[in-house]
Protein backbone atom coordinates (compact mmCIF):
# COMPACT_ATOMS: atom_id res chain seq x y z
CA UNK A 1 0.00 0.00 0.00
CA UNK A 2 1.35 3.41 -0.65
CA UNK A 3 1.95 5.41 2.02
CA UNK A 4 3.32 8.41 0.66
CA UNK A 5 1.24 11.85 1.46
CA UNK A 6 0.63 14.45 -0.96
CA UNK A 7 1.87 17.80 -0.71
CA UNK A 8 -1.32 19.44 0.91
CA UNK A 9 -1.66 16.36 3.51
CA UNK A 10 2.04 17.19 4.15
CA UNK A 11 1.01 20.85 4.80
CA UNK A 12 -1.52 19.89 6.69
CA UNK A 13 0.59 17.97 9.02
CA UNK A 14 3.62 20.48 9.23
CA UNK A 15 0.65 23.34 10.25
CA UNK A 16 -0.77 20.81 13.19
CA UNK A 17 3.41 20.08 14.09
CA UNK A 18 4.05 24.03 14.25
CA UNK A 19 0.73 24.41 16.82
CA UNK A 20 1.78 21.27 18.59
CA UNK A 21 5.14 22.56 19.45
CA UNK A 22 3.75 26.60 19.66
CA UNK A 23 0.98 25.72 22.08
CA UNK A 24 0.74 22.07 23.63
CA UNK A 25 3.58 22.30 25.91
CA UNK A 26 4.13 20.19 28.61
CA UNK A 27 3.35 22.67 31.20
CA UNK A 28 0.84 24.57 29.18
CA UNK A 29 -1.22 21.19 29.24
CA UNK A 30 -0.51 20.55 32.79
CA UNK A 31 -2.02 23.77 33.45
CA UNK A 32 -5.11 23.69 31.25
CA UNK A 33 -6.05 20.27 33.39
CA UNK A 34 -6.52 22.70 36.69
CA UNK A 35 -9.10 24.45 34.97
CA UNK A 36 -13.11 23.77 35.21
CA UNK A 37 -13.73 20.52 33.01
CA UNK A 38 -17.08 22.00 31.52
CA UNK A 39 -14.75 25.09 29.75
CA UNK A 40 -14.41 24.99 26.08
CA UNK A 41 -10.78 24.33 24.89
CA UNK A 42 -8.91 27.30 24.68
CA UNK A 43 -7.35 25.71 21.74
CA UNK A 44 -10.23 24.53 20.02
CA UNK A 45 -10.20 27.87 17.97
CA UNK A 46 -6.85 27.95 16.58
CA UNK A 47 -7.64 23.92 15.15
CA UNK A 48 -11.21 25.31 14.05
CA UNK A 49 -8.87 28.16 12.06
CA UNK A 50 -6.52 25.43 10.60
CA UNK A 51 -9.22 23.99 9.23
CA UNK A 52 -9.06 20.52 10.90
CA UNK A 53 -12.74 20.46 12.18
CA UNK A 54 -13.95 20.41 8.57
CA UNK A 55 -11.56 17.97 7.28
CA UNK A 56 -14.47 15.38 6.96
CA UNK A 57 -17.35 17.55 6.52
CA UNK A 58 -19.17 17.00 3.30
CA UNK A 59 -18.57 20.28 0.88
CA UNK A 60 -22.47 20.47 0.73
CA UNK A 61 -21.98 21.06 4.60
CA UNK A 62 -19.65 24.20 4.34
CA UNK A 63 -16.64 21.24 5.34
CA UNK A 64 -13.30 20.33 2.77
CA UNK A 65 -15.02 16.60 1.90
CA UNK A 66 -11.13 14.94 2.73
CA UNK A 67 -10.87 11.05 3.54
CA UNK A 68 -10.37 9.73 7.14
CA UNK A 69 -6.73 9.11 6.48
CA UNK A 70 -6.38 12.92 6.34
CA UNK A 71 -8.24 12.85 9.84
CA UNK A 72 -5.35 10.45 10.92
CA UNK A 73 -3.07 12.15 10.26
CA UNK A 74 -3.96 15.31 12.26
CA UNK A 75 -4.62 12.80 15.05
CA UNK A 76 -1.47 11.60 15.44
CA UNK A 77 0.26 14.95 14.89
CA UNK A 78 -2.17 16.15 17.70
CA UNK A 79 -1.43 13.19 19.84
CA UNK A 80 2.02 13.71 20.04
CA UNK A 81 1.21 16.95 21.70
CA UNK A 82 -1.25 14.92 24.26
CA UNK A 83 -4.72 16.06 22.75
CA UNK A 84 -6.92 17.03 25.37
CA UNK A 85 -9.56 18.32 22.51
CA UNK A 86 -12.04 16.77 20.78
CA UNK A 87 -11.17 16.31 17.44
CA UNK A 88 -11.58 12.46 17.22
CA UNK A 89 -14.80 12.69 18.72
CA UNK A 90 -15.69 15.55 17.17
CA UNK A 91 -14.36 16.14 13.82
CA UNK A 92 -14.45 12.43 12.98
CA UNK A 93 -16.57 10.42 14.79
CA UNK A 94 -19.66 12.39 15.05
CA UNK A 95 -18.78 14.54 10.98
CA UNK A 96 -19.17 10.94 9.82
CA UNK A 97 -21.83 9.83 11.91
CA UNK A 98 -23.77 12.75 10.57
CA UNK A 99 -22.55 12.47 6.84
CA UNK A 100 -24.33 9.32 6.98
CA UNK A 101 -27.82 10.13 8.09
CA UNK A 102 -30.61 11.34 5.96
CA UNK A 103 -30.54 15.29 5.39
CA UNK A 104 -32.39 17.37 7.32
CA UNK A 105 -32.02 20.76 8.35
CA UNK A 106 -30.84 19.61 11.80
CA UNK A 107 -28.34 17.43 10.06
CA UNK A 108 -27.18 20.21 8.21
CA UNK A 109 -26.79 22.62 10.91
CA UNK A 110 -24.65 20.17 13.32
CA UNK A 111 -22.35 19.54 10.18
CA UNK A 112 -21.86 23.03 9.39
CA UNK A 113 -21.24 24.33 13.01
CA UNK A 114 -18.58 21.21 13.46
CA UNK A 115 -16.81 22.44 10.43
CA UNK A 116 -16.89 25.92 11.64
CA UNK A 117 -15.64 24.88 15.17
CA UNK A 118 -18.51 27.23 16.70
CA UNK A 119 -20.21 23.91 17.50
CA UNK A 120 -18.46 20.54 19.59
CA UNK A 121 -20.78 17.22 18.82
CA UNK A 122 -19.32 14.25 20.75
CA UNK A 123 -21.36 10.98 20.38
CA UNK A 124 -22.59 8.73 24.26
CA UNK A 125 -20.93 5.80 24.79
CA UNK A 126 -22.63 2.95 27.07
CA UNK A 127 -25.45 4.14 26.82
CA UNK A 128 -29.61 3.11 28.64
CA UNK A 129 -32.66 3.81 27.93
CA UNK A 130 -35.40 3.03 30.48
CA UNK A 131 -38.23 5.17 31.20
CA UNK A 132 -38.34 8.00 28.68
CA UNK A 133 -34.36 8.93 29.90
CA UNK A 134 -30.99 7.90 27.98
CA UNK A 135 -28.53 8.14 30.08
CA UNK A 136 -24.37 7.77 28.77
CA UNK A 137 -21.11 8.97 29.15
CA UNK A 138 -18.62 10.55 26.84
CA UNK A 139 -15.53 12.59 27.03
CA UNK A 140 -15.60 16.04 26.23
CA UNK A 141 -19.21 16.12 26.77
CA UNK A 142 -18.68 18.10 29.78
CA UNK A 143 -18.91 21.15 27.15
CA UNK A 144 -20.02 19.93 23.90
CA UNK A 145 -22.97 21.93 22.11
CA UNK A 146 -24.86 18.40 21.12
CA UNK A 147 -24.89 15.23 21.77
CA UNK A 148 -25.67 12.05 19.59
CA UNK A 149 -26.80 9.06 21.00
CA UNK A 150 -27.80 5.75 19.19
CA UNK A 151 -30.88 4.55 20.98
CA UNK A 152 -33.42 1.61 20.22
CA UNK A 153 -32.59 1.60 16.62
CA UNK A 154 -32.60 5.80 16.40
CA UNK A 155 -29.75 8.18 16.24
CA UNK A 156 -30.59 10.58 18.65
CA UNK A 157 -29.17 14.16 18.59
CA UNK A 158 -30.11 16.01 22.26
CA UNK A 159 -28.62 19.92 22.66
CA UNK A 160 -30.71 21.14 25.43
CA UNK A 161 -32.33 20.20 28.60
CA UNK A 162 -29.18 17.66 29.31
CA UNK A 163 -28.70 17.24 32.45
CA UNK A 164 -24.63 16.73 32.97
CA UNK A 165 -22.22 15.89 36.04
CA UNK A 166 -18.63 16.91 34.71
CA UNK A 167 -15.30 15.54 35.68
CA UNK A 168 -11.84 14.75 34.75
CA UNK A 169 -10.51 11.72 33.41
CA UNK A 170 -7.87 9.88 34.89
CA UNK A 171 -5.96 10.66 31.72
CA UNK A 172 -6.98 14.60 32.27
CA UNK A 173 -9.85 14.64 29.34
CA UNK A 174 -12.86 16.73 30.56
CA UNK A 175 -15.85 14.08 30.78
CA UNK A 176 -19.24 14.18 31.98
CA UNK A 177 -22.28 11.76 33.10
CA UNK A 178 -25.42 12.69 30.80
CA UNK A 179 -29.09 12.16 31.24
CA UNK A 180 -31.77 13.40 29.14
CA UNK A 181 -35.61 12.88 28.27
CA UNK A 182 -35.66 10.85 24.99
CA UNK A 183 -38.69 13.33 24.20
CA UNK A 184 -36.83 16.06 24.02
CA UNK A 185 -34.42 14.60 21.26
CA UNK A 186 -34.25 14.80 17.60
CA UNK A 187 -34.42 11.55 15.79
CA UNK A 188 -32.19 11.76 12.86
CA UNK A 189 -32.27 8.24 11.60
CA UNK A 190 -33.62 4.96 12.16
CA UNK A 191 -33.42 1.67 11.31
CA UNK A 192 -30.32 0.65 9.10
CA UNK A 193 -29.61 4.23 8.30
CA UNK A 194 -29.12 5.01 11.86
CA UNK A 195 -27.22 1.96 12.56
CA UNK A 196 -24.78 2.12 9.12
CA UNK A 197 -24.20 6.08 10.17
CA UNK A 198 -23.36 5.07 13.76
CA UNK A 199 -20.92 1.89 13.22
CA UNK A 200 -18.80 4.17 10.13
CA UNK A 201 -18.78 7.22 13.33
CA UNK A 202 -17.22 4.24 15.81
CA UNK A 203 -14.56 3.35 12.92
CA UNK A 204 -13.49 6.90 12.51
CA UNK A 205 -13.15 7.19 16.14
CA UNK A 206 -10.85 3.96 16.45
CA UNK A 207 -8.75 4.65 13.64
CA UNK A 208 -8.58 8.19 15.22
CA UNK A 209 -7.88 6.89 18.37
CA UNK A 210 -5.72 4.44 17.18
CA UNK A 211 -3.35 7.15 15.24
CA UNK A 212 -3.72 9.46 18.14
CA UNK A 213 -1.59 6.44 20.10
CA UNK A 214 0.89 6.86 17.77
CA UNK A 215 1.62 10.09 17.81
CA UNK A 216 1.62 9.90 22.05
CA UNK A 217 3.92 6.42 21.65
CA UNK A 218 6.46 8.09 19.28
CA UNK A 219 6.54 11.34 21.82
CA UNK A 220 6.99 8.53 24.50
CA UNK A 221 9.80 7.12 22.65
CA UNK A 222 11.75 10.24 21.94
CA UNK A 223 11.49 11.90 25.69
CA UNK A 224 13.10 8.02 26.62
CA UNK A 225 15.48 8.32 24.41
CA UNK A 226 16.58 11.56 25.15
CA UNK A 227 16.68 10.63 28.80
CA UNK A 228 18.66 7.59 28.21
CA UNK A 229 21.42 10.13 26.05
CA UNK A 230 21.30 11.60 29.30
CA UNK A 231 21.43 9.71 32.16
CA UNK A 232 24.95 8.03 33.07
CA UNK A 233 26.39 5.47 35.17
CA UNK A 234 29.40 3.60 35.21
CA UNK A 235 30.65 7.37 33.52
CA UNK A 236 28.21 6.73 30.18
CA UNK A 237 25.16 7.40 29.08
CA UNK A 238 22.65 4.50 29.54
CA UNK A 239 21.86 4.83 26.02
CA UNK A 240 24.84 2.51 25.17
CA UNK A 241 24.11 -0.52 26.92
CA UNK A 242 23.36 -2.66 24.37
CA UNK A 243 20.49 -4.20 26.08
CA UNK A 244 18.31 -0.93 26.95
CA UNK A 245 19.34 0.18 22.95
CA UNK A 246 17.94 -3.54 21.67
CA UNK A 247 14.82 -2.46 23.78
CA UNK A 248 14.32 0.29 22.34
CA UNK A 249 14.90 -0.37 19.06
CA UNK A 250 11.91 -3.15 19.72
CA UNK A 251 9.60 -0.33 20.71
CA UNK A 252 10.19 1.41 17.86
CA UNK A 253 9.81 -1.36 15.35
CA UNK A 254 6.31 -2.26 17.40
CA UNK A 255 5.96 1.91 17.08
CA UNK A 256 6.34 1.47 13.16
CA UNK A 257 4.24 -1.68 12.85
CA UNK A 258 1.14 0.09 14.63
CA UNK A 259 1.06 3.40 12.40
CA UNK A 260 1.51 1.12 9.02
CA UNK A 261 -2.11 -0.84 10.60
CA UNK A 262 -3.54 2.91 11.33
CA UNK A 263 -2.69 4.22 8.03
CA UNK A 264 -4.12 1.19 5.92
CA UNK A 265 -7.34 0.62 8.39
CA UNK A 266 -7.90 5.09 7.57
CA UNK A 267 -7.24 4.25 3.91
CA UNK A 268 -9.18 0.89 3.40
CA UNK A 269 -12.40 1.33 6.40
CA UNK A 270 -12.04 -2.28 5.94
CA UNK A 271 -13.44 -3.85 9.32
CA UNK A 272 -10.59 -6.44 9.10
CA UNK A 273 -8.01 -4.12 8.68
CA UNK A 274 -9.13 -2.10 11.34
CA UNK A 275 -9.23 -4.99 13.91
CA UNK A 276 -6.04 -6.06 12.83
CA UNK A 277 -4.63 -2.38 14.01
CA UNK A 278 -6.15 -1.96 17.15
CA UNK A 279 -4.51 -5.78 18.08
CA UNK A 280 -1.64 -4.19 17.24
CA UNK A 281 -2.00 -1.07 18.54
CA UNK A 282 -3.13 -2.86 21.90
CA UNK A 283 0.42 -4.29 22.20
CA UNK A 284 2.77 -1.60 21.13
CA UNK A 285 1.13 1.00 23.18
CA UNK A 286 1.03 -1.44 26.73
CA UNK A 287 4.80 -2.19 25.34
CA UNK A 288 5.91 1.50 24.72
CA UNK A 289 4.29 2.62 28.40
CA UNK A 290 5.26 -0.27 30.80
CA UNK A 291 9.29 -0.18 29.24
CA UNK A 292 9.19 3.76 29.16
CA UNK A 293 8.08 3.97 32.64
CA UNK A 294 10.77 0.94 33.79
CA UNK A 295 13.41 2.33 31.66
CA UNK A 296 12.56 5.88 33.12
CA UNK A 297 12.72 4.26 36.49
CA UNK A 298 11.15 6.30 39.72
CA UNK A 299 10.77 9.92 37.82
CA UNK A 300 8.67 8.17 35.01
CA UNK A 301 5.66 7.52 37.62
CA UNK A 302 5.73 10.80 38.84
CA UNK A 303 3.32 13.85 38.14
CA UNK A 304 5.99 16.83 37.36
CA UNK A 305 7.51 14.26 34.32
CA UNK A 306 5.43 14.23 30.97
CA UNK A 307 5.76 10.71 30.55
CA UNK A 308 3.38 9.48 33.14
CA UNK A 309 0.68 11.47 31.45
CA UNK A 310 1.41 10.42 28.12
CA UNK A 311 1.36 6.67 29.25
CA UNK A 312 -1.99 7.42 31.28
CA UNK A 313 -3.82 8.52 28.06
CA UNK A 314 -2.11 4.83 26.10
CA UNK A 315 -4.52 3.83 28.60
CA UNK A 316 -7.02 5.50 27.98
CA UNK A 317 -6.98 4.92 24.49
CA UNK A 318 -6.85 1.06 25.25
CA UNK A 319 -10.07 1.52 27.18
CA UNK A 320 -11.42 3.59 24.66
CA UNK A 321 -10.87 1.36 21.92
CA UNK A 322 -12.77 -1.56 23.41
CA UNK A 323 -11.77 -5.24 24.58
CA UNK A 324 -8.46 -6.61 22.09
CA UNK A 325 -10.02 -10.01 22.68
CA UNK A 326 -13.14 -9.34 20.73
CA UNK A 327 -11.11 -7.98 17.94
CA UNK A 328 -8.84 -10.47 17.67
CA UNK A 329 -11.60 -12.94 17.71
CA UNK A 330 -13.60 -10.88 14.77
CA UNK A 331 -10.24 -11.03 13.27
CA UNK A 332 -9.87 -14.37 12.82
CA UNK A 333 -13.63 -15.03 12.13
CA UNK A 334 -13.09 -12.73 9.37
CA UNK A 335 -9.71 -14.33 8.28
CA UNK A 336 -11.00 -17.73 8.44
CA UNK A 337 -14.58 -16.07 6.48
CA UNK A 338 -11.97 -14.90 3.37
CA UNK A 339 -10.24 -17.91 3.50
Given at each position: ???????EQ?????????????R???E??R?????????R??????????G??A???P???G?L??????????????G?????????????A?A????????S?????L?????S?????V???????????V??S??????????????????L?????????S??Q??G???????????D?V?LA???AA??A???????????????????????LD?????L???K??????????????????????C??????A???????????????????????R?????????H??I????????S??VK????I???????D???M??????????
Open positions: MDFDFSESMLASSCERLVRECGFARAQLKGYPAEPALWPSLADLVTLCVEDAGGRPLIDGALVAQTLSGWLLEPFIDSALSTVLSGAPASTRTQLEGIAGEMIVPLRETTHSGGRKGAAHASYADALLASVDGKLVATDKVERRYRFDCAGAEIEFASSAASGDRIWQAGSTAARVGRIAEGVGLSRAVMTAEYRTRQFGQPIGRFQALAHRMADLLTQEQAQSLWAAAMKLDPRTVDAAQVIAHRAFAIGQQAVQLGGGMTDEYAVHYRLLAELELGDVTALRFAAQSQAAA
